[in-house]
């Protein structure tokens, strides 16, 4: 009863994280929201949807990971899946020591969006009604007026 006790009291002593010390992070979405959608489209329980989420998705890291050693994945109207060969960085160097390393060749990942998808992302955010982050280009900030 004495260790709950202690538990509750550093929970009620830890300090809120603000906002102005992290950036404001984009919202996360899971498999399980992936899941919801493929529920609501195809009229289904999610309870249904989360295997065919679950299989899709571990079918394509699969064939990514077998890759021996590039291969293509394409999904129309959706994109394309690489993996992609890199060539060996022999004179690297580390940042904290300045030694020279040797990076051999691997393999990476690489997404291209489809043109459906790459059009409706480069829409600008103005006319979208979306707030412009601050220090963009396009930042006007509403308390300046210019004066002529």
């Not at 609501?40 to 295997?51: A, F, G």
């Not at 079918?59 to 899946?81: H, T």
């Not at 060749?105 to 412009?132: G, M, N």
Request: glycine fraction near 4%; charged fraction near 30%; charge should be positive.
């Amino acid at each position: 009863m004495g260790q709950s006790n202690r538990y509750l009291t550093r929970a009620r002593i830890q300090r809120p994280i603000h906002s102005s010390i992290m950036p404001d992070r984009p919202k996360t979405l899971t498999k399980k929201d992936v899941a919801r959608r493929v529920s609501e489209i195809m009229s289904e329980p999610i309870y249904k949807c989360e295997p065919w989420v679950s299989a899709i998705i571990d079918s394509i890291g699969q064939l990514m990971m077998e890759a021996d050693p590039a291969v293509r994945i394409e999904l129309r109207d959706f994109g394309v899946f690489e993996v992609k060969k890199t060539r060996a960085k022999p004179k690297a160097r580390n940042p904290k020591t300045n030694e020279t390393v040797f990076i051999p060749s691997r393999r990476k990942t690489h997404f291209k969006p489809s043109k459906r998808i790459k059009a409706v992302l480069q829409q600008p955010l103005t006319e979208l009604d979306y707030e412009i982050p601050q220090g963009s280009a396009d930042y006007v900030d509403e308390g300046l007026v210019l004066a002529d």
